[in-house]
């Protein structure tokens, strides 16, 4: 690595991006979108920050080592003034548009002007907590440090300057590192034990042709990564919400004026000093949009529970895993029937083809179902995602409740196009402790017991003067209930992706579980009139009338990673 003055280095960046130094900022237009999108991707395998990737990128240090090179003379001309003039026409320019802006947004509250203004923003070593706020907002489209590819540092833990300044830091302190310790030690027990239980030649045996083809150094590379993936799927359970992570997103001006506004109320410090990190950044590339970021104690005193109004005597109680169908339509198969019909026809209204469906036959109506997706490509490769280009499925919907954990929990929040739903976290609903733990020697799984005693025992403290930020300490192994709603296209979709055998064991264990909540309620989604009784539901599935609506990925590969 070449050694470049720091007070360089930062003006370098700082061409790039708004801030080379805090822990949010904003990147600016002299990074192409494709390249914020190829080092946000890193975040998925990469622990670095997306500024280290982008100064690679500029050094040459991304794909061979530049060896001696004087980076200060190759990057000068990006600092100098000769060189990076604005012409007086391009100023103005310019100024007039944000006059423009502050007429008509400012004034007028014109906000789909703001609609219009995507913003690229980085967030370094916040916690899963902030990472949670951001994906409720429906139109931020991020990617976040990967849990599976990823071996969180036990040092880089969340302490939240509340709580640490208060009778609690003992308590927080001892339970953050207690579950990181347990953390790493599971991580190692975990790859010894699956090593054991699946040795190469056992896992060479379920590859496909493209990996048993490949040179053996490069089949035993991708072995050690998908045993390593494996274990850190386990040992993540132990990762509490206090484990930092870096995360990149893109959202919108207006949408980004709300949450700056509805987060400088927030009851967590950490979610209102990102607040002011995100209104000083984003404000920089889009200064004439972001004029109504004042806090909004509306939206704050919802964030705050209400003050605890609303609350009851605590009652919760402990669950396992499992999916409830809160709603759906039960004309669901007329009604996306004709909304299909009223789609692919010239003229009339809805209530009309309503009329017309409601004299057909159920074999009638699945043979619409069957034309419709007869050209779909259900193989794993080249999928066409969607049951329509329309969005005809998603006005028939669905709400359900999947109760999981919370690292689960974490994946089904990234589904955003549906509208989602969840309290705090807590252990007192239980702990879904994975199951390959039962196989494994005494002393490791008392590592998880034990560590998991520590943390509840402290979120009951903490919770008693700080009930959000006791969440800190909860780890993801925490059971949790998320409500969602959706259509049916987003819900076909969802389970195509989440099914895939290379997934997470946990989520794609609900997975399968909201599938077949979702086939009994509605037997039609699979060709039946009336769910088979009596059946496994993989035989109820393989046995389908009808193909290719709802689709689910039932293949094994050995290793889910």
């Given at each position: ?17 708004t ?15 494709e ?28 794909e ?5 090179v ?8 990006l ?6 003039q604005?012409?007086d ?8 548009s ?8 400012g ?36 990617i ?10 036990p ?7 509340d709580v ?38 056992k ?6 042709d ?17 045993v ?10 132990l ?70 109004a ?19 339509d039960?004309?669901?198969?007329d009604?996306?029937v ?8 010239r003229?009339?209204?809805?209530e ?5 469906v ?6 009638e ?17 080249g ?46 609903n239980?702990?879904h ?21 520590v943390a ?12 959000h930020?006791?969440q800190?300490v ?33 989520y ?19 060709g ?12 109820v ?7 290719g609506f709802?689709?689910l ?9």
């Amino acid at each position: 690595m070449v050694d470049v003055n720091p007070e360089f280095k930062k003006r370098i960046l700082e061409v790039f991006v708004t801030s080379a130094e805090d822990p949010i900022y904003a990147v600016r237009s002299t990074v192409p979108p494709e390249m914020f999108g190829a080092f946000g991707s890193y975040f998925s395998r990469n622990p670095k920050d997306f500024r280290e990737h982008l100064w690679g990128a500029l050094t040459g240090q991304i794909e061979e080592e530049r060896g001696d090179v004087d980076i200060e003379r190759e990057l000068s001309w990006l600092v100098d003034p000769s060189l990076r003039q604005v012409s007086d026409a391009i100023k103005a320019g310019v100024a007039r548009s944000q006059d423009f802006f502050r007429r008509w947004y400012g004034k007028y509250s014109h906000k789909s002007i703001a609609n219009t203004v995507w913003l690229p923003l980085v967030a370094t070593r916040v916690s899963q907590l902030f990472a949670r706020e951001l994906a409720y907002d429906q139109l931020a489209f991020f990617i976040e440090q990967s849990t599976r590819y990823v071996r969180f540092d036990p040092e880089e833990m969340f302490r939240d300057a509340d709580v640490m300044a208060s009778r609690h830091a003992e308590a927080y302190e001892g339970a953050v590192t207690t579950l990181a310790r347990a953390y790493i030690s599971l991580t190692d027990a975990a790859v010894a034990h699956y090593k054991r239980q699946i040795p190469f030649d056992k896992w060479l045996e379920v590859q496909p042709d493209s990996v048993r083809t490949k040179k053996e150094k490069f089949q035993r590379a991708d072995y050690d990564r998908q045993v390593r993936g494996k274990a850190l799927d386990v040992s993540r359970f132990l990762l509490p919400q206090a484990a930092r992570t870096n995360i990149a997103w893109i959202l919108d001006a207006r949408s980004t004026e709300s949450d700056i506004a509805a987060w400088k109320g927030h009851p967590i410090k950490e979610m209102r000093e990102a607040a002011e990190l995100i209104e000083k950044h984003a404000g920089e590339l889009a200064p004439s949009l972001l004029n109504h970021t004042e806090r909004n104690d509306y939206y704050g005193d919802k964030l705050r529970d209400y003050g605890g109004a609303l609350g009851f005597v605590h009652d919760t109680v402990q669950f396992s895993k499992g999916v409830h169908v809160v709603h759906y339509d039960p004309d669901g198969l007329d009604n996306f029937v004709a909304h299909v019909l009223k789609r692919h026809n010239r003229g009339g209204t809805f209530e009309q083809r309503a009329r017309q469906v409601k004299e057909m036959s159920f074999a009638e109506k699945m043979e619409v179902l069957r034309r419709i997706v007869a050209n779909r490509n259900t193989k794993i490769a080249g999928f066409d995602e969607w049951l329509s280009m329309g969005e005809e499925a998603d006005l028939v919907p669905v709400t359900i409740a999947v109760r999981t954990d919370i690292g689960a929990i974490r994946d089904w929040r990234r589904h955003q196009k549906w509208d989602r739903s969840e309290a705090l976290y807590t252990l007192d609903n239980g702990v879904h402790r994975p199951p390959m733990l039962d196989e494994m020697p005494a002393d490791t799984q008392r590592i998880f017991d034990d560590a998991i005693l520590v943390a509840h025992n402290a979120e009951r403290q903490i919770r008693r003067d700080f009930p959000h930020q006791a969440q800190y300490v909860v780890p993801m192994a925490a059971m949790h209930e998320i409500t969602m709603r959706g259509g049916l296209d987003q819900l076909q979709y969802m389970l195509w992706t989440r099914t895939t055998p290379e997934g997470n064991w946990s989520y794609r264990k609900d997975a399968f579980n909201i599938a077949e909540a979702a086939v009994r309620a509605m037997p039609w989604l699979l060709g039946y009139e009336r769910c088979p009784e009596g059946k496994p539901f993989l035989q109820v599935y393989e046995e389908a009338p009808l193909k290719g609506f709802l689709c689910l990925r039932t293949e094994e590969t050995g290793l889910h990673t």
